[in-house]
């Protein structure tokens, strides 16, 4: 997989408002080439609104993003990007099969719209076989389970061959089993060399894959450091009552087990 000097996301003093209310302010964030980086805050702290607006889903009121060092709103090669919704924004109700679901993916990397080529084809089968779908391949994802969900939602992003992965909450309503073959799926990912950041409201079993947990909390980074200084039970209790930006009041500075 091509590595590129540019980090894949850079995001510098974003702000979003949403219906005229600060969602974001003055946001910095950055992922570099092959880090995994937990984006973690309580409910409606803005974390998917920030991932949102990294994929120019959401506009910014002000500040800046670069994907592979190209501004987003001159980035072209969407391909190089793989972005996985909530499974639950992405999947309801939708009769499409996992076969269907992946080859949309694909979609990027076509200068037109045209019949699919073999290389389509291969790019979907080696990503529905790597998530651990193929013999589910023509079943309807809104049946599946949401860690089956899940994967194919992963494949889709795999089938462009996305450098950067960034995915919002994709261990949400999976179990503990799921959670870990995602986590092992990750890990063999970054690997490889791809890029991940993901929105999350616990670590669990991705825990040991992260390099960088940044904790959001009402649209401002409280934390930016290792996640071994976060207990999974602290997240749904992150309150800020002054002090310093980079050390919220309630993380324990000392190492924790998982
Ligand atoms: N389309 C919208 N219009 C207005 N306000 C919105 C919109 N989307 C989100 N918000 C508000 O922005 C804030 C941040 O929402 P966001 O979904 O980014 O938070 P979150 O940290 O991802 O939350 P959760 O963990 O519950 O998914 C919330 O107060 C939410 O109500």
């Known amino acids: 997989m091509p590595v590129s000097q540019a980090p894949p996301l850079v995001v510098r003093g974003v702000s979003v408002a949403l219906d005229g209310r600060p969602v974001l302010r ?132 795999l089938a462009s061959e996305a450098e950067l992965l960034i995915m919002d909450e994709p261990t949400a309503g999976v179990d503990h089993d799921n959670q870990e073959s995602l986590a092992e799926l990750l890990g063999s990912l970054v690997q490889d060399g791809t890029s991940v950041l993901l929105v999350a409201h616990e670590l669990g079993p991705l825990r040991p894959l992260i390099d960088r947990a940044i904790v959001l909390h009402d649209g401002e980074i409280e934390y930016s450091g290792p996640c071994d200084a976060i207990r999974d039970e602290q997240l749904t209790h992150v309150h800020r009552h002054g002090g310093q930006p980079d050390h919220p009041d309630g993380f324990s500075p000392n190492p924790v087990g998982a």
């Open 26 to 157: 003055h946001v910095d964030l950055e992922v570099a080439a092959g880090e995994f980086v937990a984006l973690l805050g309580s409910n409606g702290s803005g974390k998917s609104t920030l991932v949102r607006a990294a994929v120019g889903l959401v506009p910014i009121s002000s500040g800046s993003i670069e994907l592979f060092g190209t501004p987003l709103d001159r980035f072209r090669d969407r391909q190089r990007l793989g972005y996985v919704p909530q499974r639950t924004r992405a999947v309801s109700g939708v009769p499409a099969t996992v076969r269907e679901v992946v080859m949309s993916g694909r979609l990027a990397r076509r200068r037109f719209f045209g019949w699919r080529t073999a290389a389509d084809v291969a790019a979907v089968d080696a990503a529905i076989d790597r998530v651990g779908l193929s013999d589910r391949s023509r079943s309807s994802v809104s049946e599946m389970s949401g860690g089956q969900q899940q994967r194919a939602l992963i494949a889709r992003a």
